[in-house]
């Protein structure tokens, strides 16, 4: 099944005829997988693509990402007993003393928009809490954020944290934020860095060998 | 309008090279274009080096203020950096900032209490950034009143009502707009201050959006502002904006920088 239409006003923002279309595809008796998968995620990838090489900016990005929100609202009504596959989960959070939630906010609504599911712990986020809540949910991510240079050391007692607990090789570990850098990750031990919200979507893809 | 020029800020490549190998020469240029081009106060910050801040911190007071004569704004939330770097200052520093987060607080209070200085006072809270302007008007009047009631006199405290990107909230520029003159006129006497490059983040041609931001927020009342005085058509902006708001009398500033060259007009 092709969704041309519905994904290029997702592109665009256009909540109206995205969820028109959204609406027609259900009332057709299609897959809601298969609406979600080839409409509103690969528009999504498309617009993350483009985010990221400055094709796209951010304000545009996040019109989309509200595009596809109200159009998966659309579906739910529809989803089977179990609901629909996701391609993976990711507890995420800003690290403790780190009170800057908005790269974060941007980095979840990127990944829900590729299918994986984020659970957010939202700002200030202790070593321990991290660690409940990868065992807690088994989540295969683990994506930390800080802004402030002085909160980054939290990114390692995080992960020495998840080394302790004896789950470090159970779960992949993904950082940024604007002072981290690559060299830090890899200082740090993590799996992954990401400078902005498209390229999370894409490490996040390549640690769980997806695509 | 009080000017503290940002770029002494080790987050910056070039600094922060200059200020790992010991490039005094380096930082001085730095600092002396930032005072020739109207900096009232010289930021400087040492953050990203963690650990070393402790040390990096001093040397860029000495040095900083070994090659000009106008006071620093010590720009940290550790407290036994500022408090090294305080011992070599001379004059009256500015010291950047202090918030409402607790931990921040009750570790800096001492120390901005123990000097003279002017104090930038962070509209962040314990519980996390403000988004609607009675959010900054909120946190703002708790910090003032906690400072003040330490000892603080209100004209030295620099309310940073945090400037956030509109890209993601398009209610965030007016949100400090609407906050500037509530403050101001709720605690006559206090200042405001704020940097401009978080309103930008993005967006494309960001400059451009910056220095009207910043025609704004002093339009708004804004009285001090964190940035670049070496960028001149944002100087331009800001000496024809007060000059316009009837704060440049004979219109003399902006006459004088338009003769010395510095007045970007296209």
């Known amino acids: ?211 | 309008m009080l000017i503290v020029g940002e770029k002494i800020n080790t987050s910056i490549k070039k600094i922060s090279q200059a200020v790992e190998s010991g490039d005094s020469a380096f930082i001085a240029q730095v600092a002396q274009q930032q005072v020739a081009a109207g900096a009232d106060f010289v930021d400087v910050n040492a953050g990203t080096f963690v650990e070393k801040e402790v040390d990096y911190l001093p040397w860029l007071v000495k040095t900083v203020q070994s090659s000009i004569d106008i006071p620093l704004c010590l720009d940290s939330a550790n407290p036994e950096a500022l408090i090294k770097a305080l011992e070599f200052h001379k004059g009256e520093p500015m010291v950047n900032s202090i918030s409402l987060e607790e931990e921040r607080f009750h570790s800096l209070l001492p120390v901005i209490t123990a000097h003279s200085c002017k104090v930038v006072a962070l509209c962040m809270a314990q519980t996390g950034m403000p988004t609607a302007a009675d959010d900054r008007v909120s946190v703002a009047s708790e910090l003032i009143e906690r400072l003040t009631s330490a000892g603080i006199a209100l004209e030295a405290i620099y309310v940073d009502p945090l400037v956030q990107p509109v890209a993601v909230d398009v209610g965030m520029g007016s949100a400090v707009l609407q906050a500037i003159p509530t403050i101001m006129e709720r605690f006559p006497g206090v200042n405001t201050i704020c940097g401009l490059s978080n309103i930008s983040y993005g967006l494309p041609a960001r400059r451009l959006v910056n220095r009207n931001f910043l025609t704004l927020a002093i339009a708004h009342g804004l009285s001090a502002a964190i940035l670049d005085p070496t960028e001149k058509h944002l100087m331009s902006n800001l000496l024809a904006t007060q000059m316009l708001l009837g704060q440049d009398e004979y219109c003399s500033d902006y006459i004088k920088a338009y003769q010395g060259g510095s007045i970007e007009d296209n």
Do not use: W
Not at chain 1, 136 to 145: D, L, Q
């Open chain 1, 1 to 211: 099944m092709s969704y041309e239409t519905l994904s290029d006003a997702v592109v665009k923002g256009d909540i109206n005829t995205a969820k028109e279309e959204t609406q027609k595809a259900v009332e057709a008796g299609d897959n809601v997988q298969d609406i979600l998968d080839s409409g509103l995620i690969a528009a999504m990838d498309i617009v993350g693509d483009q985010f990221s090489q400055g094709l796209m900016f951010l304000p545009q990005m996040l019109h989309s990402a509200k595009t596809m929100q109200e159009c998966v609202e659309l579906l739910k009504p529809h989803f089977q007993e179990g609901g629909v596959t996701t391609k993976g989960k990711v507890v995420l959070g800003t690290v403790k003393g780190d009170l800057h939630d908005i790269g974060k906010n941007l980095v979840g609504m990127m990944l829900e928009g590729a299918g994986f599911s984020v659970i957010d712990l939202q700002v200030d986020v202790a070593p321990e809490a991290f660690v409940a809540k990868v065992k807690e949910e088994k989540a295969e991510i683990v994506g930390m954020s800080a802004l402030l240079s002085t909160t980054m050391p939290a990114m390692s007692q995080t992960i020495k944290a998840l080394v302790d607990s004896g789950i470090r090789d159970q779960v992949k570990v993904m950082i940024g934020g604007a002072p981290v850098t690559a060299k830090y990750a890899e200082e740090v031990g993590a799996d992954a860095y990401a400078p902005d919200a498209g390229s999370a979507v894409i490490e996040a893809k390549k640690l769980l060998g997806i695509d």
